[in-house]
C-alpha cells in the first residue's frame, strides 16, 4: 500500500472518529499529530489577533461539536488528534493510569484498581460507562456530571494513579495515535450520571496527612447558609474580567467567615466557589484562582462570622 492511500486512510478514520464524538454533542478540538498538544498557542505567545481578538482565548473555549466545522478541521492537512473536552460537554472523566516509574504511585497499584477499591471503600457503584483503552494501558471512563454541578480537573486527588478531567482538562478520543499506539474505544455505554460518592469524593480537599476512612464528608448547609453561598456564588459568576480576582477574594472570605462560625462546611464552600469559577472558561487562571479561595476561605475563617440567632438559625460558635 502506497504511503498516500494510507495516510489518506489515516486522515479518513481519524475525520470519522472526530464526527462520531462531535455528533454525541461532545466539543472536540484538534491536537498535533501524534501527541497530547493542542494545537494552539500559550496566553504567553497569544498575539492578541483572530479568534483571540477580544482576548486571549483557550481551546476549551473553541472546543467545537458543530459537525461542519469538524468535517473541515479534519478533511486536509496533518493528521489531528481528538482532543475532548468533559467540561462544556457536560461530562467528567477518570483517567486511570498505570504506575510511572519515578513518579508518584509507582509502586501502587494501577489506577484502575485503585478506582475498584475506592469505590469499594465507600459503597460504590463504579457503573459500567463509556470507557476508552489508553496506548499505555489505561483507561479513560466519561461520567455525564451531574446537573449544575461543574467539576474542576485533578491530578492525583481521587487517588496516585487516578487523575481527572473535567473544566480546564481533556482527553483524547478513540482514534488517536501516539508513538505508542493508539486510543481505542472499549465500552460503547453511554455515559452514565457520576455516581455521588465520585462527585463527593472529587470536590474533598485532599487531606495534609493520609487519612484514609476517616475522611470527612462534605455536608449540605442550612437554608440560611445555602442562601449566603447562592448569593456569594452569583456574585463570582456575574464578575467581569479585571474585577474577578477581587470579587472572588471578597466572595471567598465571606464564605469563610461562615466556615469559621461553623456554619458551612469548608469542602463544600470550596466547591461552589471553583464551580462559579468554572463559569468563566479561564482554565488559564485556574491554578491561581485556586490559591486565591484558599487564601481567601483561610482568612475569612481566622476572622468568623457573628451571627443573631433567629428560630430556625443555628447560633454562631
Known amino acids: 500500500m502506497s504511503s498516500t492511500h494510507s495516510g489518506s486512510a489515516a486522515l479518513a478514520g481519524l475525520r470519522a472518529a472526530a464526527l462520531d464524538i462531535a455528533g454525541r454533542g461532545w466539543k472536540v478540538f484538534p491536537c498535533r499529530p501524534g501527541t497530547k498538544a493542542a494545537h494552539w498557542h500559550k496566553l504567553a505567545d497569544c498575539a492578541q489577533a483572530g479568534a483571540c481578538t477580544g482576548g486571549h482565548v483557550t481551546p476549551e473555549q473553541l472546543a467545537s461539536a458543530d459537525l461542519d466545522r469538524v468535517a473541515a478541521k479534519w478533511s486536509e492537512g496533518p493528521l489531528w488528534n481528538i482532543a ?17 516509574p519515578g513518579h508518584k504511585g509507582e509502586h501502587d497499584p494501577d489506577g484502575w484498581i485503585q478506582l475498584e477499591d475506592l469505590a469499594a471503600a465507600r459503597g460504590g457503584p463504579l457503573p459500567d460507562t463509556w470507557t476508552v483503552e489508553t496506548p499505555t494501558g489505561g483507561r479513560h471512563l466519561l ?8 467539576l474542576r480537573s485533578t ?18 478520543a478513540p ?8 486510543y481505542r474505544l472499549q465500552d460503547d455505554t453511554a455515559p452514565v450520571l457520576l ?4 462527585v463527593q469524593a472529587a470536590v474533598e480537599r485532599a487531606p495534609a496527612a493520609i487519612s484514609g476512612r476517616h475522611e470527612k464528608p462534605v455536608a449540605a448547609p442550612d437554608a440560611y447558609t445555602a442562601a449566603a453561598v447562592r448569593g456569594e456564588t452569583d456574585r463570582v459568576r456575574a464578575a467581569q474580567p479585571g474585577t474577578r480576582n477581587k470579587v472572588l477574594s471578597t466572595a471567598a472570605y465571606a464564605l469563610g467567615q461562615l466556615v469559621g ?17 468554572a463559569s468563566w ?13 484558599d487564601t481567601a476561605l483561610r482568612a475569612g475563617a481566622d476572622n468568623k462570622r457573628r451571627v443573631t440567632p433567629r428560630s430556625g438559625r443555628r447560633r454562631a460558635a
Open 155 to 172: 491530578v492525583k486527588h481521587l487517588a496516585s494513579n487516578v487523575d481527572t478531567r473535567g473544566w480546564g482538562g481533556y482527553g483524547l
Open 195 to 198: 455516581p455521588g460518592w465520585l
Open 175 to 182: 482514534g488517536s495515535l501516539l508513538p505508542e499506539g493508539g
Open 143 to 150: 461520567y455525564a456530571a451531574p446537573p449544575g454541578c461543574s
Open 261 to 277: 462560625a461553623r456554619l458551612l462546611d469548608e469542602d463544600y464552600a470550596r466547591a461552589e466557589l471553583r464551580a462559579a469559577v
Open 281 to 293: 472558561n479561564t482554565s488559564d487562571s485556574a491554578v491561581k484562582d485556586d490559591g486565591v479561595i
Open 84 to 100: 475532548v473536552f468533559p467540561g462544556p460537554s457536560g461530562l467528567f472523566l477518570l483517567d486511570c493510569d498505570q504506575p510511572k
